[in-house]
Each structure stands twice: as C-alpha cells, then as structure tokens.
C-alpha cells in the first residue's frame, strides 16, 4: 500500500476499520498539522495498520467495552510532524509535548518499528465516564490499576485534565505506569514490590459504578 498523496486515497485510507468500532480515521488528526498545514500521514501505511489494530483490539475496545465511549484526543503522528512538535518542544513552545522521533517509534510513530525493532502503537485518550465518576484527587490510579490487571498494555502516561492518558501496545510490552498528576511519577514497573499480582483491592466497585 503507497502512502495516500490524494484526497480520494486519505479517504480509502481512513476507511480502514482497525476493529469493531475504530477506524484508521479515528487517529489521524493532530493539531500541529491542523496549524502548521503538515500531513499528517504514515510513510508506511500497511505498518501503521498492522500496529494500530493491535492497540484497537487489544486495548481500546476492551476498555470502551467495559466503561463506556472512548474520546480520543492524540494518536498517530507521522515522524515530520512528532520531529517538528519536538522542535517547538525544545524551543520552549507552549502547548508542544512531543518526545523525540527515536522515543516515539511504534508509540505515536505507528509505521516505524523502535530501535529493538519491536511494532508498536499510541493512542492518548479519555474515559469520560470514569472522571465524571471518580475526579477526586489520586482516583486516575483506579482505572491505571483496573488497566494493569486485564490489559495487554505497554505504557500508560496519566495527565491531569480529565484523567487523560497515554496507552500503548507493543510487542514485547514493558508494563510500565507514570503520571504527571499525584502521585507523580512511576506508579509501577517490573521489579517494583507493587508489581505483581492482583490489585483488585485498588480498582474495586469502578466497575459497578460505571454500570449504575
């Protein structure tokens, strides 16, 4: 599949139905190629697919599934636009967050492999269901947790405006949480005590509070 240089090939290109409810579309807009006037499309298309039907399946429906309608706020970035919201980012410009292009390879780069050459995808999201739930402070760990013991996930990333978040599949996954809102920082990883097992006790009744 060539990269879709036409009006009438983006159009194909984001009919592409990743899985039961998401659609290549679903992932495509940015707003620095919105202001910038960058497309914002893959190199390698069938890459990008592969990748973003793994996140899909595997993470995505099953959390929509579970808490509701999903929102999805950043996902695919072609490495022109990550490199050049690094750029900004480095040059103290508000409002850029990105992470260099080698960080952000098969995270938000979807149609390029890391450097271990593993497949990966990232998509940023809101449960809007969950905050409007549990918005008190600390309550994000509640469905990191929920997250942590029935998904297939790589990362998470939380940030403070409605709970957002950073999820990620990659082959190989790392299983790793962080967070910029309290309590900052590493919530978990491997070789932390907090790690294994069950951690129903933190996530109990989300739920049942989602369903009522």
């Known amino acids: 599949m060539k990269p879709p240089r036409s009006v009438s090939a983006l159009t194909e ?17 940015s707003d620095i190629a919105a202001i910038h006037g960058f497309n914002n499309v893959p190199d390698n298309p069938q890459l990008a697919i592969a990748a973003g039907t793994k996140l ?13 309608r999903i929102a999805v706020r950043s996902a695919f970035r072609s490495a022109e636009v990550n490199g050049f919201g690094n750029e900004m980012q480095k040059a103290g410009k508000s409002g850029y967050t990105c992470a260099d292009n080698d960080s952000n390879y098969a995270g938000h780069i979807w149609d390029k492999r890391d450097s271990a050459g593993r497949l990966g995808a990232t998509a940023c999201v809101v449960v809007p269901r969950f905050h409007d739930a549990f918005s008190g402070e600390g309550d994000w760990t509640r469905l990191a947790w929920w997250i942590h013991d029935n998904l297939p996930y790589s990362t998470l990333y939380f940030f403070p405006k409605y ?48 369903i009522s």
């Open 13 to 29: 290109f984001g009919r592409v139905r990743l899985s039961k409810t998401f659609f290549m579309r679903d992932f495509l807009y």
């Open 163 to 210: 709970w957002a978040f950073n999820i990620g599949w990659r082959e190989d996954p790392e299983r790793r949480i962080d967070s910029h809102v309290a309590p900052r920082g590493c919530l978990t990883k491997p070789g932390m005590a907090n790690h294994e097992g069950s951690h129903a006790e933190e996530w109990a009744g989300i739920e049942r509070a989602m």
């Open 56 to 68: 899909c399946e595997e993470l995505l429906e099953p959390l929509q599934d579970r808490f509701g």
